[in-house]
T-cell receptor
Framework: GNSVTQMEGPVTLSEEAFLTINCTYTATGYPSLFWYVQYPGEGLQLLLKATKADDKGSNKGFEATYRKETTSFHLEKGSVQVSDSAVYFCALSLWIGANSKLTFGKGITLSVRP | DTEVTQTPKHLVMGMTNKKSLKCEQHMGHRAMYWYKQKAKKPPELMFVYSYEKLSINESVPSRFSPECPNSSLLNLHLHALQPEDSALYLC???????????????FGPGTRLTVT
C-alpha cells in the first residue's frame, strides 16, 4: 500500500536556525509529493509540491526535492522564524480510479523560540 | 484565488440535534472532499465527490450524510452524532477542468465541531 513516514517530533529550534524535517514514502505508483502546514486553529495550507523526480518545490524560504532513488522529500529552511511554528504534514497523491487521493504522514510540530 | 470557505467556524450540538456544515469553492474545481481531523493527527478522508457525484465513501457511519448541490458547494449533514465525533471537519477541493491542480488539494479553514 501507500504510506508516508515522517521523523518523530516535536522539534524545537531557536530563531534563525536551520530546519530539516525528514519524509520518506512508499507508493505503488508514481506519486506527486506535498508539504502542508497547519497553523494553530487553522486548516491545512499547501506549502510546496513536486510532481516528478528531481523536481524542487519551494515557497516562503522552504524547499524540498523529490528524490526517487531514496523515496524521500525532506523539507528544509535555512533560517526559521517564530512565525514558522506550526504542524507540518508530508503527503503523497496518487490517482485511485477517477480521483486523486492524499496519503498523509503523522505530522510534526515545530516550535521556534525567539 | 485558492480559497475554500467553510461555515460555521465553530459548532456545538447535542446528540439528538440535526445540523449541517457548508463548504464553498470558486476555483472551478471538480472534486471536493470531506475530512475529519482529531487533535494532533493527520486528516482522515471521509467522502469524495467528483463532478457532483459521490465517488468515495470511506465507510463513514450513516449519521454523516454528504450532499453536493452543485459544483461549487458541498454540505455535510449531521444527525444523532456521538461525543467521539467531536473533531475539526475540513473541506478540500482539487482538479480544475484545464488539468491544473490535478493532484494537490486546497483546504478550507475547517469547522470545529463539539458534540455534547
Amino acid at each position: 500500500g501507500n504510506s508516508v513516514t515522517q521523523m518523530e517530533g516535536p522539534v524545537t529550534l531557536s530563531e534563525e536556525a536551520f530546519l530539516t524535517i525528514n519524509c520518506t514514502y512508499t507508493a505503488t505508483g508514481y506519486p506527486s509529493l506535498f508539504w502542508y502546514v497547519q497553523y494553530p486553529g487553522e486548516g491545512l495550507q499547501l506549502l510546496l509540491k513536486a510532481t516528478k523526480a528531481d523536481d524542487k518545490g519551494s515557497n516562503k524560504g522552504f524547499e524540498a526535492t523529490y528524490r526517487k532513488e531514496t523515496t524521500s522529500f525532506h523539507l528544509e529552511k535555512g533560517s526559521v522564524q517564530v512565525s514558522d511554528s506550526a504542524v507540518y504534514f508530508c503527503a503523497l497523491s496518487l490517482w485511485i480510479g477517477a480521483n486523486s487521493k492524499l496519503t498523509f504522514g503523522k505530522g510534526i510540530t515545530l516550535s521556534v523560540r525567539p | 484565488d485558492t480559497e475554500v470557505t467553510q461555515t460555521p467556524k465553530h459548532l456545538v450540538m447535542g446528540m439528538t440535534n440535526k445540523k449541517s456544515l457548508k463548504c464553498e469553492q470558486h476555483m472551478g474545481h471538480r472534486a471536493m472532499y470531506w475530512y475529519k481531523q482529531k487533535a494532533k493527527k493527520p486528516p482522515e478522508l471521509m467522502f469524495v465527490y467528483s463532478y457532483e457525484k459521490l465517488s468515495i465513501n470511506e465507510s463513514v457511519p450513516s449519521r454523516f450524510s454528504p450532499e453536493c448541490p452543485n459544483s461549487s458547494l458541498l454540505n455535510l449533514h449531521l444527525h444523532a452524532l456521538q461525543p467521539e465525533d467531536s473533531a475539526l471537519y475540513l473541506c478540500a477541493s482539487s482538479q480544475d477542468l484545464s488539468g491544473r491542480s490535478r493532484y494537490e488539494q486546497y483546504f478550507g479553514p475547517g469547522t470545529r465541531l463539539t458534540v455534547t
